[in-house]
């Protein structure tokens, strides 16, 4: 990985006494959110990585900016997810992403609790892949029951509507417990494979036993009890965040890719995904070579040294099989390189000295991940980087790159997906 140093001594922000968490129970809400941003960010520039890494000040501003999308979606568990009573959906984006946030899915989360029964109505869109998880946790999702795009009922114009409760109810229903865990989340996934012409659906959720109820008038109570629910879920999901991010570190080795693996119960199920880290160097470039599938969905991403999203609407730090170009020998080569290569399938790392790799599968045909699927990588030397590609591979010059941006960056923005 890229090379570190060993500090001499710890930076100023860690030298401070930090108040127990046990006493911030007694400070009202807003007084323990404000300690828990501390706490959080503590947290986040104390990791063991980032305190040796050699690019620190280019690290640490990541790490703020990941703090900052802590904090957002911090203050949605608190202030819009609080009360699964009267549930609504918050939709997640690129300014309160949590992690490596995947830039072609649309993410709706809304909070439930068991016993209950909801009702979700919608109609769908035209995403390659959907799906409905019903789950336990927050930061790790348990999942509870589940379905798919190839499992919704829908009539001839695509509405729907999804029962979740204690017993079945018709074809659309989701179960609200497993056995004695009782889920706490629904979270909804619509995956684009063509970010230009795919639409997003519609979604909302009600609890049938609140229909007609009005809200709770906001005293000082409920808004210290939401202040103090954000800040619980500010320095948890940090401290949780920085364990896994630490634990891929260690387990990952750099300039290569992991085995395929499908999503363990805190993941997405049916989803196969391969990972792995590469040092982002000026002089090499990393050629990830990947066969198109018949998976509804497949995409790569790259990420930063803290596995989080970098600018995917105004820089190429992503594309789905769709959007990447093959070439003449059939293949996806992807090319990870902190210049532009002047090749189209060209992974931005937009900065990062470190970068994580990330790519997914989502229905594969008998959810099945063969060897045809395996990628393949390689670390060239950059300036010996056309060796290492198909002889024709096309040159993509700075005006053709501007216009694959601009491409990039309307579709992006386009409503109703709305990225």
């Not at 986040?44 to 690019?55: K, V």
């Not at 998976?295 to 040294?305: E, F, K, N, T």
Request: hydrophobic residues 40%; proline residues 7%.
């Amino acid at each position: 990985m890229t090379r570190i140093t060993t500090p001499h001594a710890k930076p100023p922000y860690l030298t401070q006494p930090l108040a127990p968490a046990h006493d911030l129970a007694t400070l009202d809400g807003p007084e323990r959110f404000a300690r828990a941003i501390e706490r959080a960010r503590r947290i986040m520039l104390g990791a063991p990585w980032f305190l040796r890494n050699e690019n620190r000040p280019l690290e640490r501003a990541a790490a703020e900016r990941q703090l900052k999308h802590n904090i957002s979606a911090a203050l949605d568990q608190g202030f819009i997810l609080h009360d699964p009573l009267f549930p609504e959906f918050r939709l997640s984006d690129r300014h309160n992403q949590f992690g490596l946030f995947n830039p072609d899915n649309r993410y709706h989360l809304a909070s439930i609790s068991a016993p209950g029964r909801y009702v979700v109505r919608g109609r769908r869109g035209t995403s390659a892949d959907l799906q409905i998880q019903v789950g336990s946790g927050v930061f790790k999702l348990e999942t509870v029951s589940q379905m798919s795009s190839e499992e919704l009922v829908t009539d001839d114009e695509g509405n729907f509507e999804i029962v979740i409760s204690d017993t079945c109810e018709g074809d659309n229903w989701l179960a609200i417990a497993d056995g004695e865990r009782g889920a706490t989340t629904v979270l909804i996934r619509e995956s684009f494979m063509d970010w230009e012409r795919e639409t997003a659906g519609t979604w909302t959720i009600e609890r049938t036993d609140t229909w007609g109820t009005p809200r709770p008038l906001v005293t000082p109570d409920l808004v210290s009890g939401q202040y103090a629910r954000a800040a619980q879920h500010l320095t948890t999901s940090t401290a949780g965040w920085v364990a896994f991010v630490g634990k891929l570190l260690g387990e990952l080795e750099p300039n290569t890719l992991s085995e395929p693996a499908e999503s363990a119960s805190g993941g997405l199920t049916g989803q196969f995904n391969v990972k792995g880290v590469f040092p982002a160097h000026a002089d090499t470039a990393t050629v990830i070579s990947v066969p198109r599938s018949r998976a509804r969905y497949q995409s790569i991403q790259v990420g930063d040294l803290w596995f989080n999203s970098l600018d995917y609407t105004r820089r190429q730090t992503s594309l789905t099989a769709a959007q990447a170009r093959p070439s003449s020998d059939g293949l996806l080569h992807m090319v990870v390189s902190r210049r532009d290569p002047g090749v189209a399938n060209w992974l931005d790392p937009a900065g990062a000295s470190t970068v994580f790799a990330f790519l997914r599968w989502q229905g594969l045909p008998g959810r099945r991940f063969r060897k045809a699927h395996r990628p393949t990588v390689r670390v060239v030397p950059f300036d010996e980087l056309r060796a290492h590609l198909p002889h024709d591979e096309p040159h993509v010059g700075p005006e053709a790159r501007a216009e694959q941006l601009a491409a990039r960056q309307a579709a992006a923005l386009r409503s109703p997906r709305g990225f």
